[in-house]
């Protein structure tokens, strides 16, 4: 057994820290403020091949592994919890299901085009009436002919404004269940699919969450993403491997907390030193610290599974459930170390606090993990 990684995970992981040194970090507080989609940068991950980092080369992908696509969205995060998702949800939860789930025609149309960013992905399971439970799919698609016609609204869709591939799941049998679910790959040029409601977001603004609006859209057969029915395991597939992205973005944001905090609490003086020296200070980072390495193995421990083909759903939401409330705890003690100065917009505290959040609801709140994990422990 051992911890280290690769020589290429650490040229990787250097290649998208100064990558994400140089070019995000001086913009992530403009993009937070202005709401700002990243275009250029991500046309420029897409050259660098961190936006297929874990697909096969047939397919423009890097042909890296998914510890290694762990390390780019942690990077990414550090740098900007909003493009880090940008990247998670576009690999995790558009391109993954379309390589794992794809004929040869649909890896060949969408995914090479994907993997290189020139189109950027989304996942639509989510709707107003179905969250946590998703299997209560209210959008309908019923076969005419040649196509199949999709009625419905999907709800907080990551990069949905920007996306040209839309993985879509629709109910195609409602006396079915989760058994009557279909996906399907869809792009904004299909009749009747429109983009609706932009939300106005706490945090991660760099990156789009809207409505999707489907009225009799017409989706050609060929688009249907694997068989009649499979819709909800694709989309709990999916969703374990988007979960080990939030896991990632999550530690990107507790790290940089840590960081910002080390740096701060050695040049800010209080009663005659600085306050790193103080005991109050050192407890907050040493359980920060603590709980960031926990929350990398766990992560990485979880990538490494899904690489070596092991089912990994419960080591995904521990993951998760882990990474995500720590960056919450290391963006809370982060503004307590910073004081006053952590509340304002000077300083990027407050900023990885707002982002820290979504990470505990989207891909599966922290509720809905203890569940996938309670029921492995459980399973007889
Ligand atoms: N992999 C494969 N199959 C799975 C699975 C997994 N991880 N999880 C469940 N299944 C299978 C079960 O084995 C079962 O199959 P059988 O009927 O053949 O036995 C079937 O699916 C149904 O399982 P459950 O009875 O456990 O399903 P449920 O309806 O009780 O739901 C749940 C389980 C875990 C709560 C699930 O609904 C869930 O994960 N909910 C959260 C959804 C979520 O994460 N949404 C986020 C959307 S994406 C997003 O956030 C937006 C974005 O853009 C980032």
Same mark, same amino acid.
């Given at each position: 057994m051992h911890f280290d990684l690769t020589?290429?995970?650490?040229?990787?992981?250097?290649?998208? !820290?100064?990558?994400?040194?140089?070019?995000?970090?001086? #913009?992530?507080?403009?993009?937070?403020?202005?709401?700002?989609?990243?275009?250029?940068?991500?046309?420029?991950?897409?050259?660098?091949?961190?936006?297929?980092?874990?697909?096969?080369?047939?397919?423009?992908?890097?042909?890296?592994?998914?510890?290694? %696509?762990?390390?780019?969205?942690?990077?990414?995060?550090?740098?900007?919890?909003?493009?880090?998702?940008?990247?998670?949800?576009?690999?995790?939860?558009?391109c993954d299901p379309i390589n794992k789930f794809g004929n040869e025609d649909q890896k060949k149309k969408y995914l090479s085009r994907m993997t290189t960013a020139e189109w950027l992905g989304c996942f639509c399971l989510s709707e107003p009436q179905?969250?946590?439970?998703?299997?209560? *799919?209210?959008?309908?698609?019923?076969?005419?002919?040649? &196509?199949?016609?999709?009625?419905? /609204?999907?709800?907080?869709?990551?990069?949905? !404004?920007?996306?040209?591939?839309?993985?879509?799941?629709?109910?195609?049998?409602?006396?079915?269940?989760?058994?009557?679910?279909?996906? %399907?790959?869809? /792009?904004?040029?299909?009749?009747?699919?429109?983009?609706? *409601?932009?939300?106005? &977001?706490?945090?991660?603004?760099a990156s789009s969450t809207v409505q999707i609006v489907l009225e009799d859209c017409e989706v050609p057969e060929a688009n249907q993403l694997g068989d009649v029915g499979q819709g909800f395991t694709i989309a709990m597939t999916t969703l374990d491997g988007g979960r080990i992205g939030i896991a990632s973005q999550a530690l990107g944001i507790a790290r940089r907390a840590l960081e910002e905090s080390v740096a701060y609490s050695k040049e800010r003086h209080a009663f005659g030193a600085p306050i790193s020296r103080l005991q109050a200070i050192q407890w907050k980072i040493a359980d920060m610290a603590t709980e960031i390495d926990a929350a990398r193995l766990l992560t990485h421990r979880a990538a490494w599974m899904k690489d070596n083909g092991m089912r990994f759903s419960q080591q995904a939401a521990m993951a998760k459930l882990f990474a995500s409330e720590t960056?919450?705890?290391?963006?809370?003690?982060? #503004?307590?170390?910073f004081g006053g100065y952590g509340y304002v917009r000077e300083y990027p505290m407050e900023r990885l606090f707002r982002d820290a959040k979504i990470t505990e609801i989207y891909e599966g709140t922290s509720e809905i993990q203890r569940l996938v994990i309670a029921a492995a422990a459980l399973k007889d």
């Open positions: 020589d290429e995970q650490k040229a990787l992981r250097d290649m998208v !820290r100064d990558f994400a040194e140089k070019e995000l970090k001086p #913009i992530a507080a403009e993009l937070d403020e202005h709401h700002r989609y990243p275009a250029d940068v991500v046309a420029k991950m897409g050259e660098l091949g961190l936006m297929g980092v874990a697909f096969p080369p047939e397919y423009n992908g890097a042909g890296m592994d998914y510890v290694s %696509y762990a390390i780019v969205v942690e990077e990414l995060s550090y740098a900007c919890a909003g493009t880090g998702v940008i990247c998670s949800a576009h690999s995790s939860l558009a179905a969250g946590s439970d998703a299997s209560q *799919q209210h959008t309908t698609a019923v076969k005419k002919g040649d &196509k199949w016609i999709l009625n419905g /609204t999907k709800n907080f869709i990551t990069n949905g !404004r920007e996306a040209k591939v839309a993985v879509v799941f629709a109910q195609t049998d409602k006396e079915k269940r989760h058994k009557g679910i279909t996906a %399907y790959i869809l /792009t904004p040029d299909m009749p009747g699919y429109s983009v609706g *409601q932009v939300e106005d &977001k706490m945090g991660i603004r960056a919450m705890r290391a963006t809370k003690e982060g #503004i307590q170390v």
